[in-house]
């Protein structure tokens, strides 16, 4: 696991995302949802696996209902210390624009029992992984499955079936689960 890309985009004197580093070894995996302004908005949703956070970008955001498949594009690793960050990116920088932590939790990793971290390693490179979110928001069990045909970082987000479905549109709650904030109430400074 490899935070090389992540470095690469930013100028850590000009915005206030974590430089980070390799996490290792916490006894719960953690999850985060970051909604985010950027040129277009969308959601970041990052799951520990191996230290790093892998992280897909979810325009319509996360789903709570079985029926609804969202688009997710598969992004650079981010250090594990994002999984706080909340702010606002400032104009010329990579990703310019407001974030607040939609969701944050721990996850299982799912699929068959015994699965581990491991196993999800595994699961990103053959593009099915299969976790279950602790989150306030997202609870229950997810998959993201990449999509054969549309290139390596083409993936989809699903709900599955279980307890936690539900019908409604989750990102309708739209506060920051840490701060209360809107990502309207963050001001974009130039
Ligand atoms: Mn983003």
């Known amino acids: 696991m490899s935070l090389e890309t992540y470095k690469q985009k930013r100028k850590f004197d000009k915005t206030p995302e974590p430089k980070g580093t390799v996490h290792a070894g916490a ?71 407001e974030v607040i932590v939609w969701d944050e939790g721990w996850y299982e990793p799912y699929m068959v029992k015994g699965y581990t971290e491991r196993d999800m390693i595994k699961g990103l490179k053959a593009g099915h992984i299969t976790f279950i979110l602790h989150g306030k928001k997202l609870k229950g069990e997810f998959a993201l499955v990449r999509l054969q045909r549309a290139g390596p970082k083409a993936w989809l987000f699903l709900k599955a079936d279980d307890d936690y479905a539900l019908k409604s549109d989750i990102t309708k709650k739209d506060r920051s689960v840490r701060s209360g904030k809107k990502l309207e109430d963050l001001k974009h400074h130039e």
């Open 27 to 97: 006894k719960k995996l953690a999850f985060v949802v970051q909604k985010h302004r950027a040129t277009q908005l969308h959601y970041d949703f990052r799951l520990e696996v191996g230290g790093v956070l892998k992280s897909w970008a979810v325009p319509k955001g996360p789903v709570m209902d079985p029926a609804v498949r969202h688009m997710a594009i598969m992004v650079e690793d981010h250090p594990y210390e994002y999984r706080t960050f909340e702010g606002v990116i400032p104009n010329g920088n990579y990703g310019a624009g």
